[in-house]
């Protein structure tokens, strides 16, 4: 048997005609550069989010990026992180200019350890990055009161996390903004690259969406350096289309991951821990298992796809080097990046399916 890890492809089947005809109202209007369908999106996904405001932009990355940006951040500012991540969170951070710096997880969630944030907190600390990690939420309550304490701006990447849910509130509705990507293979996904920033300050967000478009008000007359960080108009279509999936998508990742937990109970293998103060929308199922490499492997050679989110954390990352961190820095960090991988996931899994996943890995683990 075949199992994907994604397999985009059967939801598109779903969905196809739809799509199309979204994309061709585009096209028939020759509308490629913002416009309606950027607005309608906006609107939606704000609302989705319990924001006021929401800005299209050209990819997650890109939020991260004109966040931080707009918060008028660069060289000579800390903003603190966590090693446990996508690339893209700390490369937002070096890319304007300023330090990322690095706290480690929480071992459980794989969330940053909210507990060591204030220790990382210097003069020169301008904001704190908390990650939400494979749909769940991190610990918002302390990340923001030791960020109200010292005057902190907090940037969600909730790029894995959108409509997951902390104590009632959404993803991106209790920072400063939250940074959302639409990537293919997210729980809501584009047909290429594709991001969103949502945000309750409308100051902020007068300042983001002059940011995404080279600093220009009026036509122009440019205010300071921006960026071409405007999403596009076809993909505001396919998300249009999507969009009204997304909780019955999330929610039938979340039976599959019932239906893992299930199989794995009392096994070696050590399923996701999910905080009773969350609701995950498990963008990715991740497990921790003894001798993961081989593991993998084993799962590979028997058709069935896996992906190890991730196999080195940030602050040992070559391009990070001159940050001086070593190995053993941030000792959970480094134990996740030997001993997780993340299993198929996605809403279009049968039971047989997960059947043959489960009993593969426990066939070898066993």
């Known amino acids: 048997m075949q199992v994907p890890l994604l397999d985009l492809k059967a939801q ?15 096209l028939d209007s020759q509308r490629c550069i913002g416009g309606p369908l950027i607005e309608e999106l ?15 932009v050209s990819s ?6 004109a966040s931080l940006m707009a918060l008028n951040i660069g060289s000579g500012d800390e903003v603190i992180t966590t090693p446990f991540t996508f690339f893209a969170t ?23 350890d909210v507990s060591r944030i204030e220790a990382a907190v210097t003069k020169r600390t301008k904001a704190i990055m908390p990650v939400h990690l494979f749909g769940q939420m991190a610990d918002m309550d302390p990340i923001m009161a030791v960020a109200k304490k010292h005057s902190l701006a907090v940037i969600e990447d909730a790029a894995q ?9 959404k993803a991106g509705q209790m920072g400063t903004c939250g940074c959302f990507s639409f990537f293919p293979s997210k729980n809501l996904g584009g047909i290429g690259d594709g991001g969103m920033v949502v945000t309750n300050d409308e100051k902020f967000n007068h300042q983001l969406v002059l940011m995404r478009n080279h600093g220009m008000e009026p036509k122009y007359y440019h205010h300071f350096v921006g960026g071409n960080f405007r999403l596009d108009p076809i993909q505001a279509a396919a998300l249009l289309v999507k969009l009204p999936h997304l909780d019955n998508w999330s929610q039938a990742r979340r039976n599959n991951a019932a ?5 794995f109970k009392g096994t070696p293998v050590m ?46 990352q070559k391009c990070f080097a001159s940050l001086g961190y070593k190995a053993g820095s941030f000792p959970e960090a480094e134990k996740a990046c030997r001993e997780v991988m993340a299993l198929p996931i996605y809403p279009e899994l049968t039971d047989e399916m997960q059947d043959y996943v489960a009993q593969t890995i426990l066939n070898f683990v066993s």
């Open 12 to 26: 598109y089947a779903t969905i196809k005609d739809e799509v199309l005809a979204k994309i061709n109202q585009v």
């Open 42 to 56: 906006e609107k939606a996904i704000a609302q989705l989010s319990g924001c006021k405001f929401a800005v299209g």
């Open 60 to 65: 997650g990355t890109d939020a991260l990026l």
């Open 90 to 112: 700390a490369g937002s951070i070096h890319r304007t200019g300023a330090t990322p710096v690095f706290v480690d997880i929480n071992p459980k969630t794989y969330n940053i």
């Open 161 to 169: 996390a959108i409509s997951s849910a902390y104590k009632g509130k």
């Open 259 to 263: 239906y893992y937990d299930k199989k």
């Open 271 to 316: 399923t996701p821990y999910i905080s009773p103060d969350c609701v995950s929308i498990y963008n990715q199922y991740v497990i921790r298992v003894p001798k993961r490499d081989e593991v993998v492997k084993h799962l590979q050679a028997s058709g069935i796809g896996c992906e190890i989110y991730y196999p080195v954390p940030m602050h040992l």
